[in-house]
């Protein structure tokens, strides 16, 4: 699995397949776990291990990283990102704040979600869509990838907004050859009185067993190029899509953060 291949090119990402036994916290990361069994220690600690990697990478110090209020990860000051653990893998991503708005990762087995999962986080036209999408790839558990692109979103949202974002606020549309989503909110963002529902685009990957996705508002998408700009217009649809005058495209949800 590689991480780094659905988020932006300003996004630093570390992951791991192990737990390290001796993976270190700081003292307010201690006290956020300090009730919790072994497995769940071992796989906070080794997340944040990953954090610490990829703030080294965006040249920043070792810095704790505790959980707040909603278990959001209190990131150092100038700094978004977002964690995900699943069995046999953790992963963080992070950037500074002034080149992307949010972060959201979120990783899970490639495996099918039980029924009463399912029509719990899945609207009836994604259930139609997840069927469609089986049909033509069987290889991947899509009602699985559109529960983890809904996490991912929630992940985003949830530091900027402290609001709780149900299942059903969140349209997934996922296209199956070229790796991406696009997430519709049926709720307003902060500035977003009488404007339209936002839109965010993100990224999934199949790989390993498992399945990743990631959204991150207001990055340079590597995938895109300037000279392409028009046929990601034709892909996400034009209210969803906005480019800079060199082409790159910009996430429409950068409208309400
Ligand atoms: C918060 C939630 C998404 C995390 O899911 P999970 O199955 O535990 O997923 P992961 O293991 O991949 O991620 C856990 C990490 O997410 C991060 N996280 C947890 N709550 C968070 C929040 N409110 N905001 C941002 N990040 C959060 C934390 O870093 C956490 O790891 P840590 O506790 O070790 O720091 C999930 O528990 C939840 O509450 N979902 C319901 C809300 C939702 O998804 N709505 C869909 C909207 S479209």
Redesign the pocket.
């Given at each position: 699995m590689t991480i780094e291949a659905v988020l932006p090119a300003e996004v630093m990402s570390a992951e791991t397949t192990t737990d390290d036994p001796i993976a270190v916290l700081f003292p307010e990361e201690e006290a956020c776990v300090s009730g919790a069994v072994d497995k769940r220690r071992r796989?906070?600690a080794t997340?944040r291990q990953c954090a610490r990697r990829a703030l080294a990478a965006l040249g920043m110090p070792p810095a704790p990283i505790p959980?707040g209020t909603?278990?959001?990860?209190l990131w150092p000051p100038g700094i978004v990102g977002?964690?995900?653990?699943?069995d046999g893998y953790r992963a963080a991503a992070v950037a500074r704040a002034g080149t992307v708005h949010a972060i959201g990762i979120?990783?899970e087995p490639n495996d099918p979600l039980p029924n009463d999962v399912v029509r719990a986080v899945l609207t009836a036209s994604e259930r139609v869509a997840v069927r469609e999408l089986a049909d033509a790839e069987p290889g991947v558990s899509w009602d699985r990838l559109l529960f983890s692109a809904?996490?991912a979103?929630?992940?985003a949202?949830?530091?900027i907004m402290h609001t709780w974002?149900?299942?059903e606020?969140?349209e997934i549309g996922v296209h199956r050859s070229d790796g991406s989503f696009i997430?519709k909110l049926t709720v307003p963002g902060p500035d977003a009185a009488g404007s339209p529902p936002a839109t965010l685009s993100g990224r999934w990957l199949a790989a390993d067993g498992l399945l990743v996705t990631a959204v991150a508002p207001g990055g340079q998408p590597r995938w895109v190029v300037p000279d392409v700009a028009s046929a990601v217009r034709e892909l996400v649809g034009e209210e969803s899509a906005t480019f800079n005058r060199s082409g790159i495209k910009k996430p429409a949800w950068r409208n309400v953060l």
């Amino acid at each position: 699995m590689t991480i780094e291949a659905v988020l932006p090119a300003e996004v630093m990402s570390a992951e791991t397949t192990t737990d390290d036994p001796i993976a270190v916290l700081f003292p307010e990361e201690e006290a956020c776990v300090s009730g919790a069994v072994d497995k769940r220690r071992r796989e906070y600690a080794t997340v944040r291990q990953c954090a610490r990697r990829a703030l080294a990478a965006l040249g920043m110090p070792p810095a704790p990283i505790p959980s707040g209020t909603g278990r959001d990860p209190l990131w150092p000051p100038g700094i978004v990102g977002s964690m995900t653990h699943c069995d046999g893998y953790r992963a963080a991503a992070v950037a500074r704040a002034g080149t992307v708005h949010a972060i959201g990762i979120d990783a899970e087995p490639n495996d099918p979600l039980p029924n009463d999962v399912v029509r719990a986080v899945l609207t009836a036209s994604e259930r139609v869509a997840v069927r469609e999408l089986a049909d033509a790839e069987p290889g991947v558990s899509w009602d699985r990838l559109l529960f983890s692109a809904k996490e991912a979103v929630y992940k985003a949202w949830y530091p900027i907004m402290h609001t709780w974002l149900g299942f059903e606020d969140a349209e997934i549309g996922v296209h199956r050859s070229d790796g991406s989503f696009i997430a519709k909110l049926t709720v307003p963002g902060p500035d977003a009185a009488g404007s339209p529902p936002a839109t965010l685009s993100g990224r999934w990957l199949a790989a390993d067993g498992l399945l990743v996705t990631a959204v991150a508002p207001g990055g340079q998408p590597r995938w895109v190029v300037p000279d392409v700009a028009s046929a990601v217009r034709e892909l996400v649809g034009e209210e969803s899509a906005t480019f800079n005058r060199s082409g790159i495209k910009k996430p429409a949800w950068r409208n309400v953060l």
